[in-house]
């Protein structure tokens, strides 16, 4: 089982990033828990809950100059006795018209299989450069 979580979050996650990428609002949702938890990595900001998320990722897809994130995961890890793994990796935000890197560090992600689909519960960030 631990062989095709990892493929399924790795999947996941794929799709997350392209969803980012392409602002799709409706891509994301399916892919967070209704009480899903960010931490950000600068300020350390609470997002908590779906909604809450996609109404800061619809504010942040509509910035004149905005970032696109990328979560590019290192390892995961599937619990052998509950429904759930961990992720952890590095991030990165790049300037949409300039390309240039403009923050990056590393991050983790909860994720927890619901009725068969993996959803992010939790992430939390850490900006290092």
């Known amino acids: 089982m631990s062989a095709t979580a990892d493929i399924a979050i790795r999947m996941a996650r794929a799709t997350f990033n392209r969803a980012l ?3 799709n609002l409706a891509a994301i949702g ?5 009480d899903a938890v ?3 990595g600068t300020d350390s900001a609470l997002i908590t809950g779906r909604k ?7 504010r942040e897809f509509a910035a004149a100059e905005r970032l696109i994130y990328t ?4 390892t995961i890890l ?4 509950e429904p759930i793994a961990m992720e952890q ?9 300039s390309g240039e890197t403009l923050a990056s560090g590393t991050y983790s992600a909860k994720w927890r299989n619901r009725g068969g689909a993996w ?5 939390i960030f850490l900006t290092l450069a």
């Open 21 to 23: 990428a392409d602002a």
């Open 30 to 34: 399916p892919l967070l828990a209704p």
């Open 38 to 40: 960010l931490v950000a």
């Open 52 to 58: 809450a998320q996609l109404i800061a990722w619809k």
């Open 71 to 74: 979560r590019t995961p290192d």
């Open 78 to 81: 599937v619990s052998p006795v």
């Open 89 to 97: 990796g590095y991030w990165q935000g790049v300037a949409s018209g």
């Open 119 to 123: 959803m992010i519960e939790a992430e």
